[in-house]
Every structure is written in C-alpha cells, then in structure tokens.
C-alpha cells in the first residue's frame, strides 16, 4: 500500500537554526513527493515538490531530493526564521491518475527568536 | 486569480443531523478533492471529482457523499453525524485529472463541530 511516515514533533529551534525534517515513504509504482505547510488558521500551500529519483524540490529556502534507494523526501532548510513557524506535511501520489494525496502525520515547528 | 473558497468556514451540528459543505475551486480547473483532518487520523482523502464525475473514493462509510455540478464547484454531504467527524473538511482543486506530479491547491477549509 501507500504510506508516509513523518518525524515527530513537534520541533523547536532558534532563529537560523538548521532544520531537517525527516519522511519516508512506501508506495506502490513510482510515487510523486510532495511538502506542504499549514500555517495557523489556514489550509494547505504547496511548498515543493519532486516527481523523479535524485529530484531536488526547492522554495523559499527549503529543499528536499528524492532518494528512491532510502525512499526519503527529508526536509531541510539551512536558516530558519520565526514565519517559518507552522505544520509541515510530507506527501505522495502516485501514477494512478488520480489525484489523492497520502499525507504523512505533520510536524510541528516553531521558531523562537 | 481567486483561490479556492469553501463555505461556510465554521459549522456546529448536533448528532443524526446532516451537513453539506461546498467548494469552488480555482476558475479553469476541473479536479476538486476532499479531505478530512483531525488530530488523531490526520489527513485523509475522501473522493475526487472530475468532470462532474467521482474518479477515485476514500475509505469512508456511506454516509459521506459528494457531488460535483457542471461549473466545477463542489458540494459534500455527511449524514446522520456522529462526533467522530467533528474536523477540518479541506477541498482541493487542479487544473489536470490526476497524474503524477500534478499540484492540488487547497481551500482554507471547513471547520466542522458535531455536538
């Protein structure tokens, strides 16, 4: 089946601390990865995405590469900052043609100055 | 361009009452999908429509239906509630059918309380 399994938080850093946020996946087929983030009182926004092996997805400072050998999709940002404060989803969809995401449990991070 | 909109924003039921959320999604695209969050269970799929046709279906009694009208928008029905789908209702939307890769941009959701 498709599964995503994500860090536990939630995460606590100081401003311009580096950030990694761990997800592995399983997935039937070659999934597409994704990273979405919630911030408070919102929905979900697509920070980035990667939808082949050695794929980097980057924005906003945040990168992850897509290992199919570890199937991980880790999260990382070099210098985090306070709006980085918010919840961050690991996801996968798969070459179904259908658009259902398989999202992992979030992680929760805030950013202290 | 306009996001996607959900209606209404906040909703309170009681148990054995029934509820329909709605959503429109981006103009041009043909794709809405529905999730359920909550704390203990995550982020859940529901259904996808497309083309005012349900395309793929989540692991939800019956009781959960949707529908999808010929100008994209989107309505979903819960009846007969129980506490247990107290949560965020998230709608998605995107431009192509499904495929890989294929970005899905989200409403701010429905937050639904069942008394």
């Known amino acids: 089946g498709n599964s995503v399994t994500q860090m536990e938080g939630p995460v606590t850093l100081s401003e311009e601390a580096f950030l990694t946020i761990n997800c592995t996946y399983t997935?039937?087929?070659?999934?597409?990865l994704f990273w979405y983030v919630q911030y408070p009182g919102e929905g979900l926004q697509l920070l980035l995405k990667?939808?082949?092996?050695?794929d980097k997805g980057s924005n906003k400072g945040f990168e992850a590469t897509y290992r199919k050998e570890t199937t991980s999709f880790h999260l990382e940002k070099g210098s985090v900052q306070v709006s980085d404060s918010a919840v961050y989803f690991c996801?996968?969809?798969?070459?179904?043609?259908?658009?259902?995401?398989?999202f992992g449990t979030g992680t929760r991070l805030t950013v202290i100055p | 361009k306009a996001g996607v909109t959900q209606t209404p924003r906040y909703l309170i039921k009681t148990r054995g009452q029934q509820v329909t959320l709605s959503c429109s999604p981006i103009?041009?695209?043909?794709?809405v999908s529905w999730y359920q969050q909550t704390p203990g269970q995550g982020l859940q799929f529901l259904f996808e429509?497309?083309?005012?046709?349900?395309?793929n279906k989540g692991n939800f009694p019956g009781r959960f239906s949707g529908r999808q009208f010929s100008n994209s928008r989107s309505e979903m029905n819960v009846s007969t509630l129980e506490l247990g789908d107290s949560a965020l209702y998230l709608c998605a939307s995107s431009f192509l059918g499904g495929g890989s890769g294929n970005e899905q941009f989200f409403g701010p959701g429905t937050r639904l309380t069942v008394l």
């Open positions: 103009s041009g695209h043909r794709s």
């Open positions: 996801a996968l969809t798969t070459q179904t043609g259908a658009n259902n995401l398989f």
């Open positions: 997935a039937t087929g070659y999934p597409s």
């Open positions: 990667a939808t082949k092996a050695d």
């Open positions: 429509y497309f083309s005012e046709t349900q395309r």
